[in-house]
């Protein structure tokens, strides 16, 4: 079954540009997870952020996750063509159970 | 991060013909593991949860007796897809998870004719 959505589907952007996506969620959640998957390959993780925090960082990336509105955002800062992939939030129940992903939003950075 | 492998790669076969799929983790111990499914242009879903030394976990809509899985040991899972048919073609990934974080395979990409 598919957690929730991301939104948009699809988003096209100029390198240099900021882009950001969003995922909601239906249930309780114990992690929010985010990937990213390039064409035909496996998923690379991102970052993992808990249900009892607001924001985190790392590197480019800013993910933060608001429990109440059950939803999550990724923000990728000064974008490149290398990150022209889609991406995906994931959500867990409990530690070590299998993940729900999200829909994905397909990003393409031109230079 | 953790490492998780699968073999092969890819693969192309026969109507009718099985396929066996392994995932492996690298570097750590995983007495559970996942088995994810995506077709074209679509996310993951969730086939069936691998555990170790027991029988697996099948999610609702999906053929166990057509979908076998075996977790052996602490470091390996496999799924075979039996008497493949093309509607079986598909990217076929698994995750392990040594702590929170869930890491994935490359996946295989199983084309049927």
């Known amino acids: 079954s598919q957690q929730g959505e991301e939104d948009p589907q699809a988003l096209s952007i100029q390198e240099g540009e900021n882009a950001t996506m969003n995922c909601s969620y239906k249930?309780?959640?114990?992690?929010l997870q985010w990937y990213r998957q390039n064409s035909g390959r496996g998923l690379v993780h991102l970052i993992l952020?808990?249900?009892?925090?607001r924001e985190k960082h790392s590197g480019r990336l800013r993910v933060t996750l608001d429990t109440s509105k059950k939803s999550s955002s990724l923000l990728i800062t000064a974008s490149r063509a290398a990150d022209t992939a889609s991406y995906f939030c994931?959500?867990?129940?409990?530690?070590?159970?299998?993940?729900?992903f999200g829909k994905g939003t397909t990003l393409s950075v031109s230079s | 991060g953790a490492v998780v492998s699968q073999h092969p790669s890819w693969v192309i076969c026969k109507s009718g013909t099985s396929v066996k799929i392994e995932c492996r983790s690298l570097?750590?111990?995983?007495?559970?593991m996942f088995w994810y499914r995506q077709f074209p242009k679509q996310s993951l879903m969730l086939m069936a949860t691998?555990?170790?030394?027991?029988?697996?976990?099948?999610e609702q809509g999906v053929e166990k007796d057509k979908f076998l899985i075996n977790h052996a040991s602490l470091t390996l899972s496999t799924l075979t897809v039996t008497s493949a048919h093309p509607e079986d073609s598909s990217f076929y990934i698994c995750?392990?998870?040594?702590?929170?974080?869930?890491?994935f395979g490359p996946g295989t990409r199983l084309l049927v004719l």
């Open positions: 691998s555990n170790e030394g027991s029988k697996a976990t099948y």
């Open positions: 952020i808990r249900s009892n925090e």
């Open positions: 249930t309780s959640i114990n992690n």
């Open positions: 995750s392990a998870s040594p702590r929170e974080t869930q890491y």
């Open positions: 994931a959500t867990d129940g409990k530690a070590g159970t299998a993940l729900i």
């Open positions: 570097d750590f111990q995983a007495t559970t």
